[in-house]
Structure formats: structure tokens, C-alpha cells
């Protein structure tokens, strides 16, 4: 997946005139360590939790238990938010992907993503390809690619909103 088809600065919310670049917002998204997951229950209610992954090849990847609430949450509504960034209000940037995500059951898409987040984590997230799953035992991880229609950067030195926006 390419980059945005439309990058735009909205002046209502902030004092910078230069939208964020296509590139440094990648780049963020590239570097991150941590990410919130923002998904629907059944019911309506917001579930969020935090988790890590990987940004690559134009979309957020991230695997989850079968039997997790995401997991649940998604197969009714593959609709979901994605963020990163500093708990600070003066520094740093803030980024927001709204898009869909689904299931990667191809081998070689998992072999993709165990890679990319063994070398982003370390050995403390190995993850094995192991048929449509990543991991062995009772409860394997079924990896999610998150395509973006939107991607929000939030500037906060100064403070500026641009939107990424996807075909």
C-alpha cells in the first residue's frame, strides 16, 4: 500500500500553518512501541486495550489470542481505532489510524509479520508460523492487518491536526 492520497492540515485545531508529513507520521507509526486498540463489543460498548505490533507495508499488524475480547469484537465489527504517541499535552505527536482490520490466515503474510516484530521486540516476541495461527498450544494468535482510510497526526509543539486520508 502506497501513502495517502490526500494530506490535509485542518487550521481549527492548531497554531502550525505546515501539515505533518505523509513520512514522519510513518515514521512514527514505524517506531512506536506501544499501541492502543480501540474495537466495539457486540453490545455497542468500546473495548480499548494496549498492545504491540507492527507498522509496515502501508498497515498496523498485531496478533491476539482466539479467545480475547478483540478478537470477539472484531468478527462482529472489523471497524477500529488505533493509537500511539506521548501522554504529554506540549510535546510530542500523537497519531490516530481508523480503519478496518482483518484476519491474515496467508503463511506468508504471518512469516511477515513474526519477522517484523522480532526484529522491532526482540526475542521476547518470537512468534511461529504454525498453519493459518502464530504460536502453538491451545490458544493461538490470530494476526490482524488494520488498513487505514484515515490517519490523524496530532502535533503538539506547536499544536496542529493533520489527516492523512486514504483511497
Known amino acids: 500500500m502506497s501513502g ?24 512514527l507509526l514505524v517506531d512506536a512501541e506501544l499501541y492502543w486498540l480501540s474495537t466495539v463489543r457486540a453490545d455497542g460498548r468500546p473495548h480499548v486495550t494496549p498492545l504491540i505490533g507492527a507498522w509496515f507495508d502501508g498497515r498496523f499488524h498485531f496478533a491476539s489470542g482466539d479467545r480475547e475480547q478483540k478478537v470477539h469484537n472484531l468478527l462482529v465489527n472489523p471497524r477500529v481505532a488505533v493509537t500511539t504517541g506521548a501522554n504529554t499535552w506540549a510535546a510530542g505527536t500523537d497519531v490516530v489510524i481508523e ?28 512468534f511461529t508460523v504454525n498453519g493459518d495461527v502464530v504460536g502453538d498450544g491451545d490458544h493461538p494468535g490470530w494476526v490482524f492487518a488494520v488498513t487505514p482510510a484515515k490517519v490523524l497526526t496530532f502535533g503538539k509543539a506547536p499544536h496542529a491536526q493533520t489527516a492523512h486520508l486514504f483511497a
Do not use: C, N
Not at 490526500?6 to 508529513?21: C, E, F, K, N, Q
Not at 519477522?115 to 516476541?125: F, M, Q, V
Open 4 to 27: 495517502p492520497h490526500l494530506t490535509r492540515l485542518d487550521p481549527r485545531y492548531g497554531d502550525d500553518p505546515t501539515p505533518a508529513s505523509w513520512a514522519r507520521t510513518d515514521q
Open 99 to 126: 480503519g478496518t482490520a482483518q484476519r491474515l490466515t496467508d503463511p506468508a503474510q504471518l512469516q511477515a509479520f513474526a519477522d517484523a516484530t522480532l526484529a522491532k521486540y526482540g526475542e521476547a516476541w518470537r
